[in-house]
């Protein structure tokens, strides 16, 4: 979702702020823009469309200018257009903007401002930052009351950076519920939503916490909070593979990523074992255990419940993060939440926890990115160590999501001994790759057809659902993932002659109720795609995975579903790192 950038520095500041927008590309916008301070004015220059065309048609780079803020925008608010794209700015352009986050009460300070003379030119609730800014000034002449003022009354999320007119040399930036990294530089300064933003340029960074205002300039920063109370932060080392966002020889990031599981899922079983002590101390003393995920996040929920019943022998409940103030009531001090996030920041997840520490739940979470809000606001946390994740639909993260929930479900039990199993899963990854092109022949057969089921049994039903939404994401084709059983109970209906289903059946206790299954399937005219370690004549294909304890199934599986995705999007001739209208990080409700 929408990425900003702030650049302060002694160069020009054009190149750095679009590369800062290439990098953070990842995050999903359909357009970007601009505002460079050249000493006198501020230029701003936007499109609809990507970075790279709209940098070279509007001559972005040779713009002069050693300060500047910059944006990708995932529309929310008024649709894609030149006019609704960041930055904004105010009427006599004297404050330009660009934000991040949604401001719930727009409505109505749009109407306020319009109602004082103030002359809006976009649909956006984000330009009413930029408007409210320049009233403040006017009255006040202080560039940092002026946006504290501004603050005091916006309501919902946002994290924005503000440039002046009147002042070249500085770029101020402020954060409520949406990130904001102040990254320290030398003889330069940034201040973005994201670290891969900067990361090339420096690995020093601040994280600011809700309510913060930073000013920043070429060498110096200085932070305080909404109440004018200046703040001393210590900056830390983002020691992280981050700067590692190349796609090296892969034709697109997804693919890279998936071939990096053999690698991925390694370093993920690389824990701290006195956190992963202290993470089943908690799951194992508590009888209210709330498992709080978005999206694929969700799908290792599901699996983290099932294996927590079925090994550890201890309940617990999947809440879907969007949902939990349906289940915020039952939350108390003896209740914990489990978040698991790749990005650390989808807003709903963030929303959960909040809301949950509100009613002194402890929150635990699994997350990939380092100095994330999730990560600050959590009582522990276990790193999935995966690296950055560029590619939107999420691959290796899930797989390092289900090594560490494997982990924590085989120390809980006693299964210490399975540990080994476990670790050697990495090491079966080369036998899953190599199945790349038979997944890539069965894509080409399938590229007309329109509707695709996943169905399976226990952790592989699970496994159907992340198929299937890994398919609409990059292929955009229906898919539904099904619980085998529940197929006569509805979805039957919709087999005919020719419709590809994939049933994931490894040799486990529920092989041949779903080998059943797929034969009533087939009966109707289905092609049976079976994912299986145990090849059978019902299959019109056959994926051969290798065989493994039956608990570890779902992330031999699904590395071949991310294939199937991936081809699935090829064979349509779409580009599967950035699918239409979906963001990476959902930093908005
Ligand atoms: C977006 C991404 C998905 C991801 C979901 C949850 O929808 O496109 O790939 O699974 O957000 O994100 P999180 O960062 O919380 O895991």
Known sequence: MCGIIGYAGSIRAAPILTQGLTNMEYRGYDSAGVGIHDGRQISIKKDTGKIDEIKE?????????????????WATHGKVSQVNAHPHTSCESKVTVVHNGIIDNYQKLRI??????HLFISDTDSEVIAHLI???????GDYRSSIIAACEVLEGSFAFVVIFKDNADTIF??????PLILGIGKNENFIASDILAFIKKTDEVIFLENFELVEVSKDSYQIMSLSGEQKIRESVKVAWEASDISRKDFSHFTLKEIHEQQNTIRQ??????????????ILGNSNKIYIVASGTSLHAGFIAKQLLARVVKIPSEVVIASEFISYADLIDSDSVILAISQSGETADVLDAIRTAKGRRGKIISIVNTPGSSLTRESDQVLF?????????AATKSFTSQLAIIYQLVLILSGRTQDIAELTNISNLVPELLSKEEEVSKICDTFASNTDFYFVGRGLNFTIALEGALKLKELAYVHAEG???GELKHGTLALIEEGT?????????????????????????????????????????????????????????EVIILQFLAYYGAISRHHNPDYPRNLAKSVTVK
């Open 384 to 392: 999935l160590n995966c690296g950055p994740e560029i590619g939107v």
């Open 482 to 484: 099904l619980a085998a």
């Open 134 to 140: 320049e009233d403040n000034f006017k009255s006040s």
């Open 268 to 281: 993920s079983l690389n824990q701290n074992t006195n956190i992963l002590n202290d993470f089943c101390d």
């Open 57 to 73: 048609r509007l001559g972005i780079d040779s713009l002069n200018g050693n300060i500047g803020i910059a944006h990708t925008r």
């Open 173 to 178: 930036g402020v954060r409520k519920d949406a």
């Open 500 to 556: 590809p289903v994939i049933v994931l059946n490894p040799d486990d206790e529920t092989y041949y109720e779903t080998l059943n299954n797929a034969s009533e399937m087939k009966a109707r005219g289905a092609k049976i795609i079976g994912i299986s370690n145990k090849p059978n004549p019902i299959y019109d294909y056959h994926l051969q995975i290798p065989t493994v304890d039956r608990i570890f199934y779902p992330i031999l």
């Open 112 to 117: 306020n401002l319009e109602t004082a003379g």
